[in-house]
């Protein structure tokens, strides 16, 4: 079983947001699937599953998305491997995606919190949404929404990014990195 996580905040003022484009994934990816709604207010998510598969979009917040996954990988007893974290990343240019296992937070407060509950050696799917040019403008620059440009771009990216977290399911990391990703 796989858990695929995709970061974000919850309510409609963080819909479209950079911070948001986990939730973007997970909304995209499970589109077309068929899943039943998993209610169990003590996964703080919004959970799906589809065949062995499970899709959160933790409702805690960002800074304490953490306490979603864990209550969530404790329930099911998932194997931190085949837990698969979406978010987005200042540090990579708009557009580009990369992969990693474990690793540091880099400030990520999401990051920082699923580190701290259930560890760091799970699969990281990082999404550039470039920099602010005033480095202490980050706050905002993150909770600000794609322009109409970027969102129009992000549809291939995402689409791009579904097709690199089908093959995590069942390829090495080393073999989705050669393949999907994007500079």
């Known amino acids: 079983m796989h858990l695929i996580v995709g970061l974000g905040n919850i309510g409609e003022k963080y819909q479209l947001t950079r911070h948001n484009v986990g939730f973007l994934v997970i909304d995209e990816m499970t589109k077309a699937l068929t899943t039943s709604n998993i209610n169990k207010s003590n996964f703080q998510s919004t959970l799906l599953k589809s065949g062995y598969n499970l899709f ?3 409702t805690t917040y960002m800074n304490s998305s953490g306490q979603a996954v864990q209550a969530i990988k404790e329930y099911y ?9 979406i978010h987005d990343d200042l540090d990579l240019p708009f557009g580009t995606v990369k992969f990693k296992v474990g690793g540091g937070h880099g400030g990520h407060n999401g990051l920082r919190s699923i580190d701290a509950h259930v560890g760091k050696e799970y699969i990281r799917v990082r999404i550039g949404i470039g920099k602010p040019a005033n480095k202490v403008d980050v706050s905002n620059y993150v909770l600000s929404n794609f322009s109409k440009e970027e969102l129009k771009q992000l549809e291939g990216i995402i689409s791009h990014t579904i097709k690199a977290i089908e093959a ?9 990195k050669s393949k999907f990703t994007l500079k």
Do not use: A, F, G
């Open 56 to 58: 959160s979009k933790p």
């Open 168 to 176: 995590l399911k069942s390829e090495d990391i080393v073999e989705v």
């Open 77 to 85: 007893k998932i194997d931190i491997e085949d837990i698969i974290v």
